[in-house]
């Protein structure tokens, strides 16, 4: 069976993450979403999504196709459902569908052609922003039973203080000295090359991914996710960090998700809780409002390639979009578009020179090609949020 992953109807609530990729490639818990559908799945997946990204992010088409709205967070009981549907069978739940069989994807979903199959089990779904940092710590906990069953963690350093070792597991080649480590509230897993240095005082529910680094001395609370490349610093809680995004100094970042090639300059602080206790609301793109999201604590949401400098204050529910940089005193809008460049005291338009150029200059750090396929993306990018740009 060849399986796609498509970018179902939420896509456009998932702004401004997936304005740089598909549903399928946000990170939640340990993996991607993708990443954790070819773990259940055991084979290879690609992605239906927007002809900007397909280039990066293609599709596969066999002659029998299994299609997953990338929203559904992989289970047991979702893997037996799928892997049961024949060809004209679409799994329907309460939001519509869930997969669907088909020998041509390209088509979509015609729902008068297929033959309903109801789900009613409980699953795991990121169906707007906030969902990536609220669910964390349930998507971390089954990446984590999945990625280590049935294999032995490196051994615990004894330098380190450590709190229930058996919910803990290093990867190899990762490094933890002098520090404390508390997995009764949560799993910790440590990746592969990553390196916690000395001080830092972690609370599970944590995943330090790959090459990831937490400096010395920090503070971090459950759920929080550094993927890959990740430097986490300072104080922080409930968050998330697709990959190579830098948090490394003082300052607190919580009930927040960055994307890519993010930095977050040093004293940044970012508030997640009104001063009136307040349900926070948050921009959204498809409905140009504030949506309510019903929660008490929420932070900041910054897409790929935006930074901020030094001593940046963020509002609490926050959103950034992409390669904006914000910097001075003061609190900026809650609603900072793509392609900004200012603060507090307003905004000009980012061009997409100047911010290639940055682009190219973070990613050449790490050792990684700014090439033309992500220059075509963020180009496309730049002309879809021309319309919040009205300064």
């Known amino acids: 069976?060849?399986?796609?992953?498509?970018?179902?109807?939420?896509?456009?609530?998932?702004?401004?993450?997936?304005f740089t990729r598909p549903?399928?490639?946000?990170?939640?818990?340990?993996?991607?979403?993708?990443?954790k559908w070819e773990k259940w799945l055991n084979v290879s997946v690609s992605h239906q999504t927007e002809a900007y990204l397909s280039e990066k992010f293609p599709m596969t088409v066999a002659t029998e196709n299994t299609v997953i709205n990338s929203s559904y967070l992989p289970n047991?009981?979702?893997?037996?459902?799928?892997?049961?549907?024949?060809?004209?069978?679409?799994?329907?739940?309460?939001?519509?569908?869930?997969?669907?069989?088909?020998?041509?994807?390209?088509?979509?979903?015609?729902?008068?052609?297929?033959?309903?199959?109801?789900?009613?089990?409980?699953?795991?779904?990121?169906?707007?922003?906030?969902?990536?940092?609220?669910?964390?710590?349930?998507?971390?906990?089954?990446?984590?039973?999945?990625?280590?069953?049935?294999?032995?963690s490196?051994?615990?350093?004894?330098?380190?203080?450590?709190?229930?070792?058996?919910?803990?597991?290093?990867?190899?080649?990762?490094?933890?000295?002098?520090?404390?480590?508390?997995?009764?509230?949560g799993p910790i897993y440590i990746g592969k090359n990553a390196l916690v240095m000395e001080g830092c005082k972690i609370r599970g529910g944590f995943a330090l991914c790959e090459s990831a680094i937490v400096k010395m001395g920090a503070k971090i609370y459950g759920a929080v996710t550094a993927g890959p490349g990740c430097k986490l610093?300072?104080?922080?809680?409930?968050?998330?960090?697709?990959?190579?995004?830098?948090?490394?100094?003082?300052?607190?970042?919580?009930?927040?998700?960055?994307?890519?090639?993010?930095?977050?300059?040093?004293?940044?602080?970012?508030?997640?809780?009104?001063?009136?206790?307040?349900?926070?609301?948050?921009?959204?793109y498809k409905t140009e409002g504030f949506a309510k999201t019903g929660l008490q604590f929420c932070g900041l949401m910054m897409g790929d390639h935006s930074k901020c400098g030094i001593n940046v204050m963020f509002n609490t529910g926050t959103v950034v979009g992409v390669s904006a940089n914000i910097f001075g005193s003061g609190f900026p809008r809650n609603f900072i578009p793509s392609f900004s460049w200012g603060g507090a005291s307003g905004?000009?338009?980012?061009?997409?020179?100047?911010?290639?150029?940055?682009?190219?200059a973070m990613m050449k750090r790490r050792n990684m090609e700014f090439n033309n396929t992500e220059a075509k993306i963020l180009e496309h990018v730049f002309e879809l949020t021309q319309k919040w740009r009205n300064f």
């Not at 549903?23 to 990443?35: H, N, P, Q």
């Open 23 to 35: 549903v399928s490639e946000i990170r939640v818990g340990i993996l991607t979403i993708s990443e």
């Open 347 to 360: 905004f000009t338009a980012f061009k997409t020179n100047k911010a290639f150029e940055v682009a190219e």
């Open 1 to 18: 069976m060849n399986y796609i992953l498509s970018d179902g109807i939420h896509r456009e609530d998932l702004f401004p993450f997936t």
């Open 154 to 185: 490196q051994p615990i350093s004894r330098t380190n203080q450590v709190l229930n070792p058996e919910n803990i597991f290093i990867e190899e080649g990762a490094s933890v000295e002098f520090s404390i480590l508390n997995a009764s509230t």
């Open 233 to 284: 610093g300072g104080e922080v809680n409930n968050a998330v960090l697709f990959a190579n995004s830098n948090k490394g100094h003082d300052g607190f970042l919580g009930n927040s998700v960055l994307g890519e090639w993010c930095n977050i300059g040093a004293d940044t602080n970012t508030s997640n809780l009104k001063n009136n206790y307040a349900p926070v609301r948050l921009w959204n």
């Open 76 to 152: 047991q009981s979702l893997i037996d459902a799928i892997q049961n549907l024949k060809m004209g069978e679409a799994l329907i739940g309460d939001d519509g569908y869930i997969a669907y069989v088909t020998e041509n994807p390209e088509t979509g979903l015609e729902e008068s052609a297929y033959t309903a199959v109801p789900f009613d089990g409980e699953v795991l779904t990121i169906k707007n922003t906030w969902d990536i940092f609220s669910k964390n710590g349930e998507a971390l906990q089954s990446d984590f039973d999945i990625l280590t069953q049935g294999r032995e």
